[in-house]
């Protein structure tokens, strides 16, 4: 038996040109070393994340170190065990000539999204931790994975988005260089309102409200003389990290609104509609009935 082992294990089968022969052995170790080669990375890429998350890089820059040290030291591996057992690169050419089919065939999309997935991490146009919007939908981006980005929705449900996507279309990036995000809040007074006071009170409550930046600074804009209302727009600056933070401070600039509006007696606008009768001339009022069965009483 062990004869029959020894025999297998000498197979040749791959003959080079150059009158060289792999055997069996040699591709089994190849392979046992790939394979201890890949776990051992994978603990090293565990361990240089570890420390990284003690230092004061970001979490996107972070991760694309801890990707480009796993595929440094999986490649070094792979090279160091050709190179112990003497197996020129030439041996894996028919392989690799037939990755290279199928990849031309059959994995356009994975490799696009694969070199997606590295120009994402190296350019940075979206990191870890940004809150973007693509296509309607909103989130922060939690993963740059080798494939896909996943994204947490603002609902809580997590999207996974293909690299090239990213690149490819529009994607607006509320976070990309600050978090500072311009507000605006619609209000409509009433006609006959002084609208001088209605400016005062609006420019008070945006200097009073926590979380509007000082600079720069609020604005009051008296915009248009509606239908049913004079227009106000209030501007202010904010740092949101998230749709949820611009909404919780629009909404209590509103609740401030309509508690000082109350107090100094300025009413809050809303679409009305006047009719004008002529009570001096009289009104001819018909009762039409709309059976004509009844009429002619059947």
């Not at 200097?207 to 227009?231: C, H, M, S, W, Y």
Request: proline content about 4%; some cysteine; overall charge negative.
């Amino acid at each position: 038996m062990l004869n029959e082992f020894q025999t297998i294990w000498q197979l040749p089968i791959i003959r080079l040109g150059s009158g060289q022969t792999v055997v069996v052995g040699q591709m089994v170790l190849v392979l046992a070393i790939l394979i201890v080669g890949y776990l051992a990375s994978k603990l090293v890429e565990r361990f240089i994340a570890r420390r990284l998350a003690h230092t004061n890089l970001t979490a996107d820059a972070a991760y694309a170190l801890k990707r480009i040290s796993f595929y440094a030291l999986l490649v070094t591996v792979a090279m160091l065990a050709l190179s112990l057992l003497q197996i020129p690169l030439t041996a894996f050419a028919f392989i690799s000539g037939a990755i290279a089919i199928g990849v031309g065939f059959g994995a356009q999309n994975i490799i696009n999204n694969f070199i997606s997935g590295w120009i994402l991490m190296f350019e940075r146009p979206v990191r870890i931790g940004d809150f973007i919007e693509l296509d309607e939908q909103q989130g922060v981006v939690e993963t740059v994975g080798n494939r896909s980005t996943r994204i947490r929705r603002t609902d809580g449900v997590h999207i996974l988005v293909p690299n090239s996507q990213l690149l490819e279309r529009k994607v607006i990036n509320w976070t990309l260089v600050d978090f500072d995000i311009r507000s605006i809040v619609r209000v409509g007074v009433a006609y006959g309102s002084p609208i001088k006071l209605v400016a005062d009170l609006i420019l008070q409550i945006l200097r009073e409200t926590p979380g509007i930046k000082e600079k720069p600074g609020p604005q009051v804009i008296f915009e248009d003389f509606g239908d049913n209302a004079l227009i106000f727009d209030a501007y202010f600056w904010s740092e949101v990290h998230a749709e949820r933070d611009r909404r919780i401070l629009c909404s209590e600039v509103r609740f401030r609104i309509d508690e000082l509006f109350a107090e100094h007696g300025i009413a809050i606008a809303f679409p009305q509609r006047d009719l004008h009768m002529n009570t001096l001339s009289p009104l001819e009022i018909r009762l039409v009935d709309s059976d004509p069965t009844i009429a002619r009483g059947d």
